[in-house]
């Protein structure tokens, strides 16, 4: 298997496990690969809607990973510059707006981010009693905007192109000794760790649901008890994918020596630094909103 499928959130309902369809998939997804190095390779009618899912549409779908990468960076910065609800909200309206143009249905990024929902209920209440409604309100939707930022990188851009992106921006590192495509590629995983824990998440309560576990019709210490009992099989269903993501980066040969190649070499193009300058601007101004 590939080390994208074996993240890929399309197949998170699938079971974990090997077997005669995952080979015939991989099987499938070795002869979409060469179609496509020949120049002519057309996406399946289950592959298509996951793009369409992803937002592979969008018009920002085209844009460099490493200009992509600049404005979630200047985006986090200018989240902890504001210091006001209004400039917040307009960073909120910015969110929605990139959304709506990179083919992003909005309803998936809330749904994407129900695994922060409870931390983010925890900061909300501690920031309230200790700080007033303002400052718990404002801690709360700064952490929320990161989270679905991040998320909104990751409908946008594949693994490979994340990776890829932060490899090439810390290359001058490498120059120094330090292991820049390491870095790189443990970031861009603990990118799309975020989509993958919401998934695995529902996956997991809908199956205990099915079991009988109270998550809805039920007083408030069962229903605690019903969301603590979700904890371990998530942790499970982690760990297991992250041993199949290490044997096939095992398989693959990771970490040999030689510089990585890529099979297209994209280049940083003028309309890649307009958008990031666009970007960049729009969230200074929302930055500086008094």
Same mark, same amino acid.
């Given at each position: 298997?590939?080390?994208?499928?074996?993240?890929?959130?399309?197949?998170?309902?699938?079971?974990?496990?090997?077997?005669?369809?995952?080979?015939?998939?991989?099987?499938?997804?070795?002869?979409?690969?060469?179609?496509?190095?020949?120049?002519?390779?057309?996406?399946?009618?289950?592959?298509?809607?996951?793009?369409?899912?992803?937002?592979?549409?969008?018009?920002?779908?085209?844009?460099?990973?490493?200009?992509?990468?600049?404005?979630?960076?200047?985006?986090?910065?200018?989240?902890?510059?504001?210091?006001?609800?209004?400039?917040?909200?307009?960073?909120?309206?910015?969110?929605?707006?990139?959304?709506?143009?990179?083919? $992003?249905?909005?309803?998936?990024?809330?749904?994407?981010?129900?695994?922060?929902?409870?931390?983010?209920?925890?900061?909300? &209440?501690?920031?309230?009693?200790?700080?007033?409604?303002?400052?718990?309100?404002?801690?709360?939707?700064?952490?929320?905007?990161?989270?679905?930022? /991040?998320?909104?990188?990751?409908?946008?851009?594949?693994?490979?192109?994340? /990776?890829?992106?932060?490899?090439?921006?810390?290359?001058?590192?490498?120059?120094?000794?330090?292991?820049?495509?390491?870095?790189?590629?443990?970031?861009?995983?603990?990118?799309?760790?975020?989509?993958?824990?919401?998934?695995?998440?529902?996956?997991?309560?809908?199956?205990?649901? /099915?079991?009988?576990?109270?998550?809805?019709?039920?007083?408030?210490?069962?229903?605690?008890?019903?969301?603590?009992?979700?904890?371990?099989?998530?942790? &499970?269903?982690?760990?297991?994918?992250?041993?199949?993501?290490?044997?096939?980066?095992?398989?693959?040969?990771?970490?040999?020596?030689?510089?990585?190649? /890529?099979?297209?070499?994209?280049?940083?193009?003028?309309?890649?630094?307009?958008?990031?300058?666009?970007?960049?601007?729009?969230? $200074?101004?929302?930055?500086?909103?008094?």
């Amino acid at each position: 298997m590939t080390v994208e499928a074996l993240w890929d959130t399309g197949d998170m309902e699938k079971a974990p496990t090997y077997s005669a369809a995952s080979e015939k998939g991989d099987a499938c997804a070795a002869r979409a690969g060469a179609a496509e190095h020949a120049g002519g390779a057309r996406c399946s009618g289950g592959e298509a809607r996951r793009a369409a899912r992803i937002g592979a549409k969008g018009m920002l779908r085209a844009v460099d990973a490493r200009a992509k990468i600049g404005l979630l960076v200047a985006y986090s910065v200018a989240l902890f510059c504001t210091g006001n609800l209004l400039g917040l909200g307009v960073a909120t309206a910015l969110l929605a707006a990139v959304a709506f143009v990179g083919g $992003v249905p909005v309803a998936r990024l809330l749904r994407e981010g129900a695994f922060a929902y409870p931390i983010v209920g925890f900061l909300l &209440v501690y920031n309230v009693a200790a700080s007033g409604w303002l400052a718990g309100i404002a801690v709360a939707l700064r952490l929320l905007l990161l989270v679905w930022a /991040s998320l909104l990188l990751m409908a946008l851009s594949t693994p490979a192109e994340l /990776s890829e992106g932060l490899r090439r921006l810390f290359s001058p590192l490498g120059r120094l000794g330090l292991p820049v495509r390491d870095f790189a590629t443990s970031l861009s995983i603990a990118l799309r760790f975020m989509p993958l824990l919401s998934e695995e998440l529902r996956a997991v309560r809908a199956a205990q649901a /099915s079991r009988g576990a109270a998550f809805e019709d039920a007083g408030l210490v069962r229903r605690l008890r019903a969301y603590g009992g979700l904890m371990v099989p998530v942790l &499970v269903g982690l760990f297991r994918r992250a041993d199949r993501l290490a044997a096939a980066m095992e398989a693959r040969c990771y970490g040999a020596s030689g510089e990585p190649t /890529s099979l297209v070499e994209r280049r940083f193009s003028a309309g890649d630094g307009a958008v990031l300058l666009v970007g960049v601007a729009a969230c $200074v101004a929302f930055a500086l909103v008094p």
